[in-house]
C-alpha cells in the first residue's frame, strides 16, 4: 500500500542521458515551444512551484510553508484532538490566501493547451484547486494530494464545506462527522495517509501514454508523485522540467528550464 512520504532518490531506473539544461530564458522556451509543437500527447506534472506567483507559499523555498511549521502526520491527526486543533488553526490563517488565489500563467498557459487538445489531463500534487479555475473539467484534474477548498471525514468520507467545519471549529474546537462520529479534515492527503488508489491509477496510465511530460514548479522529492517524471521517460516520452531550483531528476531529462514558472509559460498562454 502506498503512503505519502518524503525521501531522497539515489539512483534512477531511466536510462540516463545528458539533460539540457537551457542557457537562458529565451533559449528555453523557444525549445519548449518546439518540443510542444512536436508532441500529440502532453502531459503536465505541477507542484507548488506553479502557484507562488498567485500568492501561495509552497513548502521549501525560502520563507516556504515548512519554514514556520513542522508536518502534521496522519496518525498524529487520528490520535490527537490537540493536532487536530492545530491542523485546522493552520488552514484557517491560509484561508485569506487561498481564497484570494487566482490562476497564475503557468495555469493558464495549461488551460491553452488543454483547450488545444495537446493536453488530456493534468497531473497535480497542488491542493489549492487552481487548475479547475484556469479552465480544467474537475475530471482532467488527477489530484494526488487531494483539495483543501473542502473538507471529508476520515472515516466515511462525508464531504463538508469549511464554513461548516469554522463554525463548529469556533465553537468546540476541530469537529466529528455528523454521521459517523470520526475527525473531519481537510480533503488533502498528509504524510502517512494512503494514496488515493484511483488518482494513482489514472496518473500512471497518463504517464506511460504522454509523449511528452512537464514537470513544474515540484522540488520532486515526496513519493510516490515524484516517480511519474521517471515513468514518464521510462516510456518513452520526452521529459521537460521547469523549476528555478535544480531538482534531483534534472539529470534524465530532456530539457531543465531554471526559471521562473511565470516567464517560462507565459509566452503558451492563448486565447
Ligand atoms: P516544494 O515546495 O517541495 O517545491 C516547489 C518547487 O518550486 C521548489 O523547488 C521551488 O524552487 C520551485 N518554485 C517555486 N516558485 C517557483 C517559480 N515561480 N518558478 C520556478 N520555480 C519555482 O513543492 P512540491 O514539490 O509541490 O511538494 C510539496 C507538497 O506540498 C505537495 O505535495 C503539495 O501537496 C503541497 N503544497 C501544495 C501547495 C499548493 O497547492 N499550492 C502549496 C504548498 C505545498
Redesign the pocket.
Known amino acids: 500500500m502506498l503512503q505519502l512520504a518524503q525521501k531522497q532518490i539515489s539512483k534512477t531506473k531511466a536510462k540516463r542521458e545528458a539533460a539540457l539544461i537551457a542557457s537562458d530564458l529565451r533559449s528555453g522556451v523557444e525549445r519548449l515551444g518546439d518540443m510542444i509543437a512536436e508532441a500529440k500527447r502532453i502531459v503536465p506534472f505541477t ?3 506553479i ?3 498567485c500568492g ?6 525560502p520563507g ?2 515548512w519554514t514556520r511549521y513542522r508536518p502534521i502526520e496522519f496518525g498524529e491527526f487520528v490520535a490527537s484532538q490537540d493536532a487536530r486543533d492545530e491542523s485546522w488553526r493552520r488552514r484557517f490563517a491560509m484561508e485569506e490566501i487561498f481564497a484570494a488565489a487566482r490562476p497564475g500563467r503557468g495555469h493558464r498557459a495549461l488551460a491553452s493547451l488543454y483547450r488545444a487538445g495537446k493536453i488530456p489531463a493534468v497531473i497535480t ?4 484547486n487552481l487548475h479547475q479555475v484556469s479552465g480544467f473539467a474537475a475530471e482532467h484534474v488527477i489530484e494526488l ?1 487531494g483539495n483543501t477548498t473542502y473538507a471529508r471525514c476520515i472515516g466515511c468520507g462525508q464531504a463538508y464545506q469549511l464554513d461548516w467545519v469554522k463554525r463548529r471549529f469556533i465553537e468546540d474546537g476541530a469537529p466529528n462527522c455528523t454521521v459517523c462520529d470520526e475527525p473531519v479534515k481537510t480533503a488533502t492527503i498528509s504524510f502517512g495517509q494512503m494514496m488515493p488508489e484511483e488518482e494513482m491509477q489514472r496518473a500512471t496510465a497518463l504517464s506511460r501514454a504522454c509523449d511528452l511530460f512537464i514537470a513544474i ?6 513519493w510516490p ?1 515524484a516517480g511519474f517524471p521517471m515513468m514518464a521517460k521510462n516510456a518513452g516520452a520526452r521529459l521537460v522540467i ?4 535544480p531538482t534531483e531528476q534534472d539529470d534524465i531529462a530532456d530539457l531543465v528550464i531554471r526559471h ?3 516567464e517560462t509559460l507565459g509566452p503558451f498562454v492563448g486565447n
Do not use: C, K
Not at 217 to 222: F, I, T
Open positions: 507542484g507548488a512551484g502557484s507562488t506567483e501561495i507559499p509552497d513548502f521549501r523555498s516556504g510553508i500534487q497542488n491542493i489549492d494530494h514548479g515540484s522540488s520532486l522529492v515526496v508523485a521547469i523549476n528555478r531550483e521562473d514558472i511565470g
